[in-house]
């Protein structure tokens, strides 16, 4: 089982590693890995391993039967390989940024309206959520992200640590978001930005609010009865 250093300190942006298994070529399983996996909402992450010299793209990883599996642009790279593992960190800190912004903002939302969160993707340049609310304002919503943004210019840790699976589940909105919904594991992952939300959750996640900085409404769309969307982005 590769170790997830990702979700132990999500900074790391060089890493060793060692080449465990290669299929068909290009997909490349190592020891331990400092590149997150699509999945939960969070885009995966970008960069090269480098052997000797040599780098090779990450194009794309994923999670396969538990294994964190990494693309790479060419084949040549084998099991027992020593290599040096480097992210595309702008895109990663960006997604980091936008992931602790989107649990603030899905949190003021949820605990001031009621609003249920039902989609939530991030993308490299915005956010966009769904959720379930009777009334519909665009002012309300614009509110509620000058109220995010006030946060953001505050001194606020953001914290993450494992809890036993029972004692995290009697966290009042423990599982505010559709993808968050924890997996069937003893132990979860909680993400506690501190005072304002714990959530169950596997992605990265800057390690203070003051890191997010601004963020700005793209456009809201009314989609039916009580199904909302909004987008927003970095600014
Ligand atoms: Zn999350």
Not at 21 to 46: A, C, E, H, M, S
Not at 75 to 81: F, H, I, T, V
């Amino acid at each position: 089982m590769t170790e997830a250093l990702f979700l132990i300190d999500s900074y790391l942006k060089e890493s060793s590693a060692k080449v465990v298994l290669v299929k068909d070529g290009k997909y490349v399983i190592l020891n331990r890995t400092i590149f997150y996996p699509k999945g939960g909402g969070q885009p995966n992450d970008t960069g090269k391993i480098i052997k000797n010299l040599e780098a090779y793209n990450v194009m794309h990883v994923d999670k396969f039967s538990g294994e964190i599996s990494h693309e790479v642009d060419h084949p040549e790279l084998k099991a027992g390989d020593a290599v040096h593992c480097v992210l595309n960190w702008e895109r990663r800190y960006k997604l980091m940024r936008s992931h602790t912004a989107a649990h603030v903002f899905a949190s003021l939302l949820n605990k001031g309206t009621g609003a249920l969160i039902t989609g939530n993707q991030l993308e490299e340049d915005h956010v966009r959520f769904d959720f379930s609310l009777e009334k519909y304002d665009r002012t309300i919503l614009e509110e509620y992200l000058a109220k995010a943004n006030q946060l953001f210019a505050t001194d606020v840790p953001v914290k993450w640590y494992e809890l036993p699976r029972e004692e995290a589940l009697k966290i009042p909105g423990v599982v505010k978001m559709a993808h968050a919904f924890p997996p069937d594991l003893p132990i979860l992952r909680i993400v506690e930005i501190v005072g304002v939300d714990k959530q169950a959750d596997g992605g990265t996640h800057v390690k203070n609010l003051k890191e997010v900085g601004k963020i700005e409404l793209i456009k809201t769309e009314n989609k039916g009865k009580h199904n909302r969307r909004i987008y927003f982005k970095l600014n």
